[in-house]
């Protein structure tokens, strides 16, 4: 063990840490001296979002000492920013110790003189979005690890606009927390008089404004028996999908029962994401028997959203995120102009990884589009520049995200279960399927298909392996791909775009962010962005093409899937 990791062994051994947390690391230092080192090798970085770790003792994972100072932190900055007073809104999930750190985090928050708004058990992430609005907090925590393993939990910091920390909070906070040198700074306790529970009011008050959404209520009245299958894959989702849906009118919803109850073991999958068609599968065999309309999923924290219709075969298949992303866009855009209820000013926003198809369909609607940054948090953004100038509808993004109206400032898989159940209804009503209005879509507006593939370069070498991998494609861009030229090099670290055929440059007016994108001559688009906490990269491919009529999809859809093949070949990836 080197002298840095046994110098913060010593010092937890040494310092004003539970009698059993200490006998755990002198247990660990006989049994398992690796696990030690790795616990403690450094500090669980509190990112731009927050924390997002291992549970377990060590300065390297989520526990109550960790949890502890990064509040520490966080609620000196905002004493700072709002001298006149604070208070913050904490939520939680389904997950393993995520109530303990709710509450390790409201106790702190209590004992520096701050007012807590702790929801009484385990609620959805966008529902405390929403609460931090309708309470007028001005920040907010909850305790989740999306869709991570089991093994995993996390610690998402907000603002007073719902949405998760931006610019320059974000940085801000960060060196708040790296300040706090010591458990012995941190303020425990003493200050329960300032906690309020909060519980079925804060409830009623989001379903209400879930409600609101709704733009066919008589369509819904039409086809209420609409057979819903549902799963919340042992999360949050539970607390509230059922209730909602039967606001909305829905009288024939089935809860994959296997799945129903909370719990952080997640006992019937391996990962607890609804991306992955394994942790749907139970979903999809009961759509199966029931012969259902409509499956919908929600991930442990339950804002995000997964969906499975049945193909023109009747086969069940799960829409990846862009595809669901489309629905939505297209559905809260033309029904709104159905209705007349759209506005001049209305916009969407995007994320720079997300299907194109949206920008066209926009376009068609005449609406204003946006692309901003991956995350939701630069959705938020977008919305509080154009507060009062422009009206926003609907965001989303490739990553099963959806958030529809501006009450909420994060992704809500809620709202989304309603209004994709609402949108199955509308096209049942025309003779339908998602799936075929999704073909229908395709023609309308150009067929597009997206896929995501992700590399891991391991070893102690692997985050260097894909900055060099990034540097030369900043350095040596191709001035071709799969034999289409690139006509755009978007590189977003360096704010700039470049036509690598005439050398022209051009500002990109966007945070700084490691994503590299190739825009080809004949549409295709391929995105290069690095995890930064793992060596990992990610490469989003778009490729498209015309679909003249529905009974040409497949042929096309194959033609597509050979194109990005290709595409992912010449670039031997």
Known sequence: MNEVIAAKVNAWLDGNFDAAVKDEIKKLQADNPAEVADACYQNLEFGTGGLRGLMGIGTNRMNKYTVGMATQGYANYLKQCFPGGVSVAIAHDCRNNSRFFAETTANVFAANGIKVYLFEALRPTPELSFAIRYLKCQGGVVCTASHNPKEYNGYKAYWDDGSQLVPPHDKNVIKEVDKIASVDDVKWNGGEENIVLLGKEMDEVYMNMVKELSVYPEVIEKHKDLKIVYTSIHGTGITLVPQVLDRFGFKNVHIVKEQSEPDGNFPTVVYPNPEE???????????????????????????????????????????????????????????????????????????????????????????????????????????????????????????????????????????????????????????????????????????????????????????????????????????????????????????????????????????????????????????????GTEPKIKFYFSVNAKLNSAAEYDAVDAQLAEKIKAVITDMKL
């Open 277 to 531: 068609s394994e942790a749907m599968s139970l979903g999809l065999k009961l759509a199966e028997e029931l012969d259902a309309d409509i499956l919908c999923g929600t991930d442990p924290d339950a804002d995000r959203i997964a969906i499975g219709v049945k193909d023109s075969q009747g086969k069940w298949v799960l829409m990846n995120g862009n595809q669901t992303a489309v629905l939505a866009f297209n559905y809260i855009t033309e029904a709104r102009k159905a209705k007349g209820i759209n506005k001049p000013n209305d916009m969407v926003v995007t994320t720079i990884v997300t299907t194109p198809m949206i920008d066209n369909m926009a376009k068609g609607n005449d609406v204003a589009c946006y692309r901003v940054l991956t995350g939701f948090k630069w959705i938020a953004e977008m919305i509080r520049e154009k507060e009062g100038k422009e009206n926003y509808i609907v965001g989303g993004e490739e990553s099963f995200g959806l958030m529809i109206g501006d009450q909420v400032r994060d992704k809500d898989g809620i709202s989304a279960v309603a209004l994709l159940c609402e949108m199955a209804a509308y096209e049942k009503e025309k003779g339908r399927s998602l799936y075929e209005k999704m073909v229908d879509l395709y023609v309308q507006y150009g067929f597009y298909k997206e896929k995501l593939i992700s590399i891991t370069k391991k070893g102690m070498d692997g985050q260097q392996q894909i900055a060099a991998m990034m540097e030369g494609y900043r350095s040596n861009p191709p001035k071709t791909i799969n034999g289409s030229l690139v006509v755009k090099l978007l590189d977003y670290e360096l704010s700039k775009g470049l036509n690598p055929q005439t050398g022209e440059e051009w500002a990109i007016n966007l945070p700084k962010s490691n994503v590299l994108q190739f825009i080809l001559e004949d549409g295709t688009s391929i995105s290069a962005r690095p995890s």
